[in-house]
């Protein structure tokens, strides 16, 4: 199955920091807007954010405002999610996806999970004292 590989996740304290990271050995991920979604156990899976293609426009959810950034390298085929002032509420599985199209504004929003359509394997991040 084509996927990405998402890695980074582990146990942190409440207030810590995190850097996630995505990348595709088979393709490369410069054509694409790429999301990170996370999923709580017995929850939905939701977006957290969003880059365009070449970088230059991002979108957060609510939640995450002013803690988390995305950005990416596409030199290095890597996508990232740096994660400060984590919370509890942020401990979930994690997960990197990328979208069938380069279209911004058809995607940017992630309510449409099957926009994207190659997922990474998830990871796990736990905020915890």
């Known amino acids: 199955q084509l996927q990405l590989v998402v890695s980074g996740g582990r146990l942190v304290q409440p207030g810590g920091s995190l850097r996630l990271s995505c990348a595709a050995p088979?393709?490369?991920?410069?054509?694409?807007?790429i999301a990170w979604f996370r999923q709580a156990p017995g929850k939905e899976r939701v977006g957290v954010s969003c880059i365009s293609a070449p970088g230059c426009t991002t979108n957060y959810a609510n939640s995450v405002m002013g803690r988390f950034t995305i950005s990416r390298d596409n030199a290095k085929n890597t996508v990232y999610l740096q994660m400060n002032s984590l919370k509890p509420e942020d401990t979930a599985v994690y997960y990197c996806?990328?979208?069938?199209?380069?279209?911004?504004?058809?995607?940017?929003?992630?309510?449409?999970?099957?926009?994207?359509?190659?997922w990474g394997q998830g990871t796990q991040v736990t905020v915890s004292s």
């Open positions: 088979g393709f490369s991920l410069d054509i694409h807007v």
């Open positions: 996806a990328a979208a069938g199209t380069g279209n911004w504004w058809a995607v940017a929003s992630m309510v449409n999970l099957h926009e994207f359509r190659v």
